[in-house]
């Protein structure tokens, strides 16, 4: 097992107070933000630590390259650029923090749901252009709607308290917890969720079993027109099935902070992104959802916390 004082490599950027932490606690580090993954192959060997956010994949061949590694701490929610799996097969413990961005991510996408319904970001660019319409941009109230979440983990219960005020009923479908009702949401089956939902919005991690997961089967099921939120994974959804939905009118309007393939010149590739950003119906943002001047500090605080509790726990 470790002992302490380690040898940490963080390869991204990270809050100051991440590294002031490690400091007080004689914990030893390398902060390297501007690091390729080339370069830290060559370097990995002698760390027994990794803290990273989105730079670049942590496969099987990178842990392989790794054998000193104790544990890999990601900043911010989801381990999707991890191989958990393989990561875990070699005794490597992954830590993350989704506490430290949830609340950013929450008021987000009721930031996006409310200008979708009110027709904001049209109003916004058709007043600078010269345009003056009430009638066409009349908005419609999110109070008396029935709001479902897909999953309920932190990002999904930050959601759900952010939603308490706005007169609305939020209930949340989550296929790896029950019992979860609580004061701001109350648990449904799917089956409820295709019925009642005025507005979805997906709050799930990306894995094999959610990757495309919302498609035009998926989409069949709903009973009413809604609006649709992806502030999650950009690979849960195919974006062409949205498009044919919005089209249809089966969706009202579609925010997404994530898309399945994202900065350029790669997404200008994708068949789909000319259609996706001429809808009138969709607005866009790019990934910053979690991503807020109090988050960026929050993720650093607690996943700091989460790393030095792990190396005083494995301390011989």
């Known amino acids: 097992m470790t002992t302490l004082p380690t040898n940490v490599l963080i390869v991204d950027d990270i809050h100051p107070v991440f590294t002031e932490r490690l400091q007080g606690e004689n914990i030893a580090f390398n902060y390297q933000p ?14 027994t630590g ?22 890999i701490a990601r900043g911010g929610a989801g381990m999707d650029n991890i191989d958990e799996n393989y990561a875990t097969e070699k005794g490597i413990t992954l830590l993350n923090a989704p506490e430290g961005n949830r609340d950013a991510v929450g008021e987000h996408m009721v930031g996006m749901l409310l200008g979708l319904m009110n027709n904001l970001y049209r109003g916004n660019g058709e007043v600078k252009g010269g345009l003056w319409r009430r009638e066409e941009n ?12 897909i999953g309920y983990g ?8 952010k939603l308490s005020g706005f007169g609305v009923t939020v209930i949340a479908y989550d296929k790896y917890k029950t019992g979860f009702s609580d004061a701001y949401a109350q ?20 894995t094999r079993e959610t ?21 999650a994974r950009g690979e849960i959804v195919n974006i062409p099935s949205i498009l044919k939905a919005l089209d249809e009118g089966r969706i009202l309007g579609a925010a997404f902070d994530v898309l399945p393939v994202e900065k ?27 991503w807020s001047v109090e988050s960026y500090f929050k993720i650093a605080d607690v996943l700091v916390d989460k790393v030095i509790r792990f190396l005083k726990s494995h301390a011989e």
């Open 264 to 290: 350029f010149p790669d997404l200008t590739r994708q068949s789909w992104f000319i259609p996706l950003i001429k809808h009138e119906k969709v607005v866009l943002s790019p990934h910053v959802a979690g």
């Open 34 to 47: 501007a690091i390729s993954k080339e370069e830290t192959l060559r370097i990995i060997p002698q760390y």
């Open 187 to 206: 648990e449904a089956s799917m089956e409820e969720v295709v019925k009642r939902a005025d507005v979805l919005s997906l709050h799930i991690p990306l």
């Open 138 to 149: 009349r908005g419609v109230e999110l109070g008396g709607r029935t709001v479902a979440l």
């Open 154 to 161: 932190n990002n999904g219960q930050a959601m759900a308290r």
């Open 211 to 231: 990757r495309n997961l919302i498609d035009d089967e998926y989409l069949r099921h709903f009973r009413k027109p809604f609006f649709f939120l992806n502030g």
């Open 50 to 71: 990794l803290v990273i956010r989105s730079k670049f994949k942590v496969d099987a061949a990178f842990i392989d390259a790794a054998p000193q590694l104790d544990f």
